[in-house]
């Protein structure tokens, strides 16, 4: 074997490597993806919940003011039947008043009994207004949490399925994902598991895109994408530390 043929295999297999490890790549970002999936859905249906529970704190007091104010409805009324009761027998006195003296101080109890009547019709008019004003936001908020427990049961079902859909995938992808480490490499490996524990995002292993890096997206000059095209070795992006590949490195099935 000459020199040339053997450094052939060495780049051969540096493809291979980091085809592997691509691939492992690939599969643990799916995971992630499965993972944020999971991730979000308790949090809409949380936010759910909570509206929920504001719409019936603000339902109950509203129901609680409307009966106050039903009981303080009830109270003027009967206040205004005992001020006309007062002026009936008030009324029943003047038949019998023996001076002018008497007579000026039963016309002035009538007067007074007559205007508690008309101020207690005043808070009876105010308070059926603000009882119509209630009413109407008790109709409308019982609408609207009918609504919003509906769509409640509705995301925790939905919520349901997925994890039970995306724990089975997420097990199974696991199981590859395990399966691919064992067949990458250990320094590579070791290089992969340290930069993707670094990156928010878990990517360690990036296409090229658009002349630059799939990761942080910095320009890449085109010699150095010469040389990844070629994949005779690992390169790393210098900007944020990834590993670069080709985009076709992986028939693409992602
Ligand atoms: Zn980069």
């Known amino acids: 074997m000459n020199k040339a043929t053997i450094k052939e295999k060495i780049d051969a297999s540096v493809e291979g490597k980091l085809r592997s490890l691509y691939e492992l790549q690939l599969i643990d970002s799916k995971v992630d993806r499965l993972r944020i999936i999971r991730g979000e859905l308790p949090l809409e249906v949380q936010d759910l919940e909570d509206t929920v529970a504001q719409l019936e704190t603000r339902f109950e007091n509203y129901s609680k003011e409307s009966a106050d104010l039903e009981h303080q409805v009830a109270e003027k009324t009967q206040a205004i039947k005992d001020h006309k009761a007062n002026i009936k027998k008030y009324e029943g006195q003047l038949a019998k008043v023996k001076n002018n003296r008497e007579y000026d101080a ?17 808070r009876v008019k105010e308070y059926k207004a603000l009882i119509a004003q209630k009413e109407e936001f008790l109709l409308s908020a019982e609408k609207d949490l009918k609504d919003k427990k509906k769509d409640l049961k509705a995301k925790k079902a939905e919520l349901e399925e997925i994890i039970e859909e995306t724990e089975k995938e997420e097990q199974d992808l696991i199981k590859k994902s395990a399966k691919k480490s064992k067949e990458t490499e250990p320094r590579l490996l070791n290089a992969y598991t340290r930069v993707r524990g670094n990156m928010i995002n878990g990517l360690a292993v990036v296409p090229v895109e658009r002349d630059a890096c799939g990761g942080c997206f910095s320009k890449i000059p085109p010699q150095r994408q010469l040389d990844i095209k070629t994949h005779k070795k690992v390169i790393v992006c210098e900007h944020c530390g990834r590993i670069l590949v080709d985009p076709d490195l992986v028939a693409s099935e992602n």
């Open 106 to 122: 039963i016309t002035k109890e009538v007067e007074f009994q007559n205007l508690e009547i008309q101020l207690c019709e005043k």
